[in-house]
């Protein structure tokens, strides 16, 4: 595992750091490869529960390494798609994590930093936070994160902040829906911990199929196979030993 990023595991919360505080953790291809890697690791781990993604130093991150894409433009195109490939799949990977996933958001959050918050199941930003879709400016589009974007804040919305490349601040971004919360930075770690408790409250095994029903369901169309997928959902949802603890205190308690 790279320098890049620094894991920290407490208990069954696994809390992720970008690790390029000097670069404003600008994502380059070593980096990419290793949250790559975490990623492919933390499908089958059964022992984490929550991951907390955050960033070094003043800034969470400054999008991607623009010497990331030098390199890549120096490359055969078939090799320099493989390449650039990776961020795509990186993000398809870690938004589809069993775990449920939290991103602490804090100054500069630029271009691919952006995708970074729409992958994940919450986003907390620091009141102060700076955000920006500036690839238009580089002559690039932000092709690795739009379709989440899209899918957080809308296509209209995603559409002007990609086209204008406008500066938009923490408040904006609640209002967009790209952040969950926002709290002054002394209050960050506490709005962290209350979230956590608050998520923790059911068990990892409940959200973890919530999670894995509504990624099958959701772009389809509301048909017979939607009501198929959903009476299959709560049938085996009803059958795990959490609900049938709760079912039968339930009923024990209805029936004296």
């Known amino acids: 595992m790279t320098k890049l990023i620094e894991l920290e595991k407490n208990g069954n919360i696994l809390t992720v750091r970008l690790n390029r505080p000097d670069k404003k953790n600008a994502l380059n291809d070593e980096m990419i490869k290793s949250l790559m890697q975490l990623a492919k690791d933390l499908k089958n781990d059964i022992t984490t529960d929550i991951v907390v993604l955050k960033g070094k130093g003043d800034s969470f991150c400054a999008g991607a390494d623009l010497c ?145 029903f509504m990624f099958k369901i959701v772009n389809k169309e509301i048909n017979e196979e939607v009501s198929e997928l959903s009476a299959k959902a709560l049938s085996d949802s009803i059958n795990s030993d959490i609900a049938q603890e709760f079912i039968n205190a339930f009923s024990k308690n209805n029936e004296s």
């Open 68 to 212: 990331w894409f030098k390199k890549a433009a120096d490359l055969p195109e078939a090799e320099r798609l493989e390449n650039l490939k990776e961020l795509s799949v990186f993000l398809r990977t870690w938004h589809r994590l069993p775990q449920t996933t939290i991103t602490i958001g804090h100054g500069y959050l630029y271009g691919a930093a952006l995708g970074l918050l729409a992958v994940s199941d919450f986003v907390i930003l620091d009141q102060n936070s700076h955000l920006r879709l500036s690839e238009v400016l580089f002559g690039m589009v932000p092709a690795s994160i739009a379709p989440y974007l899209i899918k957080r804040m809308g296509f209209k919305r995603s559409k002007a902040l990609m086209l204008s490349a406008e500066a938009f601040n923490a408040q904006l971004a609640l209002t967009y829906g790209l952040a969950d919360k926002i709290a002054p930075t002394e209050n960050l770690l506490e709005t962290e911990q209350k979230l956590i408790e608050n998520i923790q409250r059911s068990s990892n095994e409940t959200r973890r199929m919530v999670k894995e």
